[in-house]
């Protein structure tokens, strides 16, 4: 029997206040465990890691006889930092890490240390990150952002407007300075592959990692044994996403412009260090980062809640929660949600509340908290219509509520919010939505599995613009909207959400013009096929499968197509905002919009004070007051024309 297994388990002793714990770790052993004080600057590194399995079941050597047990991950992490330099050349590596650093069998130490943990990490000499071990052609992955990272810093600005996508594998090859053989093309795909594996590890997804790199002073990204300064991986990554390395623009694209935003908090955290904004203002992480995961649902607000700012007036303290995993989720979401509302003035935070899907895939409300408490650990993503996943909110100047943009919100009890608003109109036309099916982790579906499925799909999209060209009434060419604008030119801007970027209304416009010119603006197939002419998709299918083959031959012969003006990261997003989680709506009066996809017939769409977007509303059984549906896009309201404070009625939102 291994003798590991016959000595006794590490026995926590009781820490001071401003004292945390630290380890010297030599190889897989645990020297010694030491308390000190945070106000000492004491030189350690902090693991930043992903916990996987939470059951422990490696038992590591501490002195004196006894173990520690920890998770596989957190093991096989430790046995990689021996592969790492020490920082400032100490005498010994002293580490910090969550699963051996705090008494997770003590409630109340777990509070105390859970809220000195962005201290933490930003006393650290160092933040060692690992994503996991290393797997097939992750080398190949690591080169790929070293030359990525080389090119970047050797190019001009003029010279980044190339678009990789659009190059064959060989001249793609050469300009990363690999080489111009197939050889050498073959060796940069299989880097774009082992990449995209590499950023879909759970790690990526986890929201602590938001305050674990955000606040670090220098921070190394560890698979294996091969490591890269968070820096340079960041650079790297943005720069494939300037020249539009193809398959790192579909799922890539999301996941980068998340690790972006850990980057861009980090740098905020270094210039606030010298002013009196020591973070930012909670809704807005929120909103941010809502779509990260989090094993214990009060993570999502504990993970953010030290990265707060004490000049926006929203802090900790006036949210009136401390770290306790001691309650439940919906009190604190419903007082953190309680005290946004109270303390900005305005209706921000509604943006974000929206119905979950059950198991059977249907969208039912919450029994557990009110409908204008967002459910920041919900499942599936959720971007609101003002961020749109950017990080810049002034591309979208929404004002629904005109100049009334403040509001004071009444509570007669803890799950009634009271506002002033308007019943602007009903929903009477909605479009199908978009349904895709995807295969569960662990299915490896065959080929007629992934071709039937593929073809289902697209004959529910074909359904799906069918519903889309009845509402927006196309078949009558001279058909205009209440507002005198073409129906075209309404459901351009309303698909985008009424978000002209930086590029414009000018620039859009002539994009989806010329889009319209060719034919292809609605998606493939023609979304007028009449019903009875439904068998004949799958030829149109079976043709359009032939055209992606002529487009790969294009790509690897040399034939290029032109870029499209509309900026990458942006066109991506109205896709998702369009199709994702979203449908579109006609209203009684002949508004057209876009809203959450679960929408009924005859719910309401309501204007509130203090409220950029307009809500989607739905009456409770009783008929005595209102559950929040979601946000919604109304093409001709959404900068006030539609509200007038004098029609205003108090409304009860539960």
Known sequence: MDSRYSRSSYQYEHLLDGQIRLFEVHGQTIRTVEHVFLADNPSYEALSYCWGDPRPTEKLPCGDGRY??????????????????????????????????????????KNVQVGMMREIYRHAQAVQIWVGEEEEDDDKGFDLLRRLLHVSSSRTASQHTHSISYMTPRTRATFLGLGDTWKDAFYIESGIVALLKMVDRPWFRRIWIVQEVGVA??????????????????????????????????????????????????????ISQTTENQGENLLSLLSRFHDFEATNPLDMIYALLGLTSSSTGITPSDIRVKVDYGLRKDEVYTQVARTILSKIGNLDILSACHLVPNESNDWELSLNQP?????????????????????????????????????????????????NGILFDKVTAVSLPAETRRAPPDETPGIVVIFTDWFKEMYRTHLMFRSIDRMFDFGRHKAKYVTGESMFDVYWQTRICGCYGPEGYDVLYDYFHDKAKEGNWRHFPPPLIPRSLAPGFWIFSLAYIVSLIWLLVRGLFGVKRKPAEVDTLLSGKQEH???????????????????????????????????????????TENLQAWHIIGESYVHGIMRGEAFDEKNCIEMNIV
């Open 577 to 619: 905002m369009a199709y994702g989680l979203w449908r579109f709506i006609k209203t009684e009066r002949g508004y057209l919009g876009l809203a959450p996809a679960s929408t009924r017939l005859g719910d309401w769409i309501g204007i509130f004070e203090g409220g950029k977007v307009p809500l989607i509303l739905r009456r």
């Open 68 to 109: 520690i047990e920890v998770t596989k991950n957190l093991q096989a992490a430790l046995r990689n930092l021996a592969h790492t330099e020490i920082p400032h050349d100490a005498p010994r590596r002293l580490v910090w890490a969550d699963a051996i650093c705090i008494n997770q069998q003590d409630i109340g130490e």
């Open 371 to 419: 409908s204008w408490v967002p459910n920041w650990s919900s499942s599936g993503k959720h971007i609101t219509l003002r961020l749109q996943g950017s990080w810049r909110e002034d591309y979208f100047d929404f004002a629904a509520s005109g100049f009334h943009t403040r509001c004071v919100p009444k509570f007669p009890n803890n799950r009634t919010l009271c506002l």
């Open 217 to 270: 002073r220098k921070a190394w990204l560890n698979c294996g044994k091969l490591s890269i300064e968070w820096e340079d991986f960041i650079q790297a990554i943005r720069y494939s996403i300037d020249v539009r390395v193809r398959p790192l623009e579909g799922y890539g694209r999301e996941m980068a412009l998340k690790i972006a935003q850990t980057r861009d908090t980090r740098q905020g955290f270094q």
